[in-house]
């Protein structure tokens, strides 16, 4: 019973995604309430009509009051979690009682995260966005939808089932020495190659960032010099993408047990088992998760339904073309500049094995711009709304007379020939004949219209410039197919001799072999630099063809719910201020610790962790950056030092006394902390 929609303003609904149950259960309700021989309306229609009354209370608590509900629970137990982000409200809803309000929030902020990556500042304007996520093209919108709701079933999956996207931080391939070879091959051969190749080979793009994905694990990763870093929250998310387009199928792709045999010059970490024989769950784990690589087949429906939305999913829908790129917005300069336009292309090695390459597209300077007028007329938006008098009129009646000049000169620079140009320019002449000129009324708050229209055709600037396709007279421009094949196959000589190996490693990246002779008693432990956004965790892979070291039991999936329930529990403490957290749970003992070092491993003071209202922004680094904000927040009182934030959380079988599982977590902590385990990316 789970839901997630996205609505304008006018209570249009602008996208939506619904489990079976939930649209089953909805359409019961309806066709009771229906007319006898009264066919059902689409889906869409339902929904729309299901969630007005919700939608349009929430905006005239805005409108009336300036604040609005951010949660409830129905008397039937279904908990609504809405957040407005600029002009549009995304809600979520769960009826089974799976997901807790943090759960929904979580959800609802990186469905906003990852329509930023695809649509960048276009999501700053509601009317822009409705453009975007509901062309008037009726397939077009399905195929758009189908593919936002894959991107979501696909987080929804590794959430589930994978420790770096429970806890939000990307998890390396330890094996040090093949890194760093697979880096300087990136560096010196693949990246040099590509960059160096002829302007009409290139389009005119180079690539800035390019790394290699085993399932969702890194193998190596480099930035060009010219690069700014990539952060954890965009990595994740291309992440995301990456496996949305080719999904990792971990029963399938692992190899058969003498490639496993080979791979055991790995070390003392590697721990492999047998391959067992084909279970009657191989042939229906594709039914139980559709959307993981599944391709929708064509159904024959009743001609007397409505064609619409809910019967379009009918479509066969063609697999990726890897040779055409996405255009993904990802952060320059830790976050300064937002949403600046990338193309992302994703090549398959082989399944479960993805070479990543982010390229830069020409006239990123406009991005600069456009981000920097918007920043303008949002502050000047923000000062005449609150009334602001006196000094604080003048400082933004200041500030827009240098930014007078700044768009004159740019909107002469884009040349007058353009229509956006043109209306970007009307707009601008009339702001500036009513606050300059005088006879004009000044900076008041006749101004706010205007200054909405001024972001909003900024925005349809950008739009047109690096979303639409017919923004370039020449239609799209890429890598050439013959200039992405080579460095596919580059890249497959390289690691050809290595690939059983890595499918395997994957799955037995670090496994607790190598830490139980020193550990004793030790289950289980999470480790996350969060300063560089990564983790360290041995696996816990469990599935029907493969098993850990905790059997593939009930055994192994109540220690695996464990430590899911325990970071959702560390996280409500987090929010309360606690950086140390010590449970007890049947026969096991719960450890968390959050900590603050320099560069050189010193562990600096305790400081206060501030205390965060139920209803805040969810802690972690893929829709909201908690620990970026949290380090800001410590580093005040530590300037000009280099700061870095660390959380280990540890399970140990209950026996063990509370004395030795504290020595554990601090010799566990030091012990992962050495650079020669933790390759830089």
């Given at each position: 019973?789970?839901?997630?929609?996205?609505?304008?303003?006018?209570?249009?609904?602008?996208f939506h995604w619904t489990d079976q149950e939930f649209q089953q259960n909805v359409q019961e309700k309806y066709r009771s309430s229906q007319e006898e021989g009264e066919g059902l309306p689409a889906f869409e229609d339902i929904i729309s009509t299901l969630f007005a009354p919700i939608i349009i209370s929430c905006g005239t608590m805005v409108y009336r009051q300036g604040d609005s509900y951010t949660s409830f629970t129905t008397e039937n137990n279904h908990i609504y979690v809405l957040c407005q982000f600029d002009e549009c409200l995304y809600i979520a809803v769960n009826g089974d009682g799976e997901e807790k309000e943090d759960d929904l929030r979580r959800k609802l902020y990186v469905m906003r995260k990852i329509t930023e990556?695809?649509?960048?500042?276009?999501?700053?304007s509601g009317s822009l966005l409705r453009k975007e996520l509901r062309p008037q093209d009726t397939e077009q919108r399905v195929r758009l939808w189908k593919h936002l709701q894959s991107l979501l079933d696909t987080y929804n999956y590794l959430r589930e089932n994978d420790q770096s996207f429970l806890v939000e931080a990307v998890e390396r391939l330890i094996h040090p020495t093949l890194c760093e070879q697979c880096i300087e091959f990136l560096e010196r051969r693949l990246v040099q190659q590509i960059n160096s190749s002829s302007q009409v080979e290139r389009a005119g793009e180079e690539v800035l960032h390019t790394f290699i994905l085993v399932h969702t694990k890194l193998l190596a990763f480099y930035s060009s010099r010219t690069a700014s870093t990539l952060n954890t929250s965009d990595l994740l998310t291309l992440i995301i993408m990456a496996q949305n387009m080719y999904p990792s199928n971990v029963e399938l792709d692992e190899p058969s047990p003498e490639d496993a045999e080979s791979t055991s010059g790995s070390g003392p970490e590697s721990f492999y088992t047998p391959e067992p024989s084909p279970s009657s769950r191989d042939s229906s784990s594709s039914a139980e998760q559709p959307a993981r690589g599944s391709?929708?087949?064509?159904?024959?429906?009743?001609?007397?339904?409505?064609m619409a939305e809910d019967s379009?999913?009918?479509?066969?829908?063609?697999?990726?073309?890897?040779?055409?790129?996405?255009?993904?917005?990802?952060?320059?300069?830790?976050?300064?500049?937002?949403?600046?336009?990338h193309s992302m292309y994703c090549l398959p090695l082989w399944p479960g094995i993805t070479l990543v390459l982010l390229t830069k597209v020409p006239n990123i300077q406009l991005t600069r711009s456009v981000y920097s007028f918007l920043e303008d007329f949002t502050k000047l938006e923000k000062c005449l709304n609150e009334g602001q008098a006196g000094s604080g009129a003048a400082r933004g009646q200041l500030n827009m007379h240098n930014t007078r000049s700044k768009l004159d000169k740019f909107i002469r620079d884009l040349g007058p020939n353009e229509l956006q140009c043109v209306q970007l320019l009307n707009v601008w002449t009339e702001f500036k004949n009513r606050a300059f000129t005088r006879g004009g009324s000044g900076f008041n708050k006749d101004l706010i219209?205007?200054?909405?229209s001024m972001k909003t055709q900024l925005c349809s600037l950008y739009r047109q410039r690096f979303l639409t396709e017919s923004g370039s007279a020449d239609g799209p421009r890429c890598l050439s197919p013959a200039l992405q094949e080579r460095a596919q196959t580059m890249v497959q000589e390289k690691l050809m001799d290595w690939k059983d190996f890595l499918l395997v490693k994957s799955k037995r990246n670090i496994t607790m072999v190598s830490y139980l002779e020193e550990f004793p008693g030790l289950v289980h432990f999470i480790w996350v630099d969060r300063s560089?956004?990564?983790?360290?965790?041995?696996?816990?892979s469990i599935t029907e063809r493969t098993t850990s070291e905790l059997g593939k039991g009930p055994v192994a999936h109540y220690i695996k719910s464990k430590v899911w329930g325990l970071v959702r529990t560390t996280r409500q403490?987090?929010?309360k201020g606690y950086s140390t957290v010590t449970l007890r749970d049947g026969d096991f003992y719960f450890c968390y610790f959050l900590w603050f070092e320099n560069e050189n491993g010193y562990r600096l003071e305790a400081g206060d962790i501030p205390i965060l209202p139920d209803d805040s922004l969810p802690i972690g680094m893929l829709g909201y950056d908690y620990y970026r904000k949290l380090l800001r927040y410590y580093g005040k009182n530590h300037q000009g030092e280099a700061v870095k934030c660390y959380e280990l959380l540890t399970v140990h079988l209950g026996v063990i006394p509370t004395e030795i599982i504290l020595q554990h977590c601090r010799q566990l902590a030091s012990k992962l902390w050495e650079p020669s385990r933790n390759p830089l990316l």
């Open positions: 019973m789970k839901c997630l929609l996205i609505a304008s303003e006018s209570a249009e609904i602008l990556v695809m649509f960048g500042m276009v999501t700053l391709t929708p087949v064509f159904e024959f429906v009743d001609p007397d339904i409505q379009l999913h009918t479509l066969e829908i063609s697999p990726p073309d890897p040779s055409t790129p996405r255009r993904v917005f990802l952060e320059l300069k830790d976050g300064q500049l937002p949403m600046v336009p219209p205007l200054c909405k560089s956004g990564q983790i360290i965790a041995p696996s816990l403490y987090l929010r």
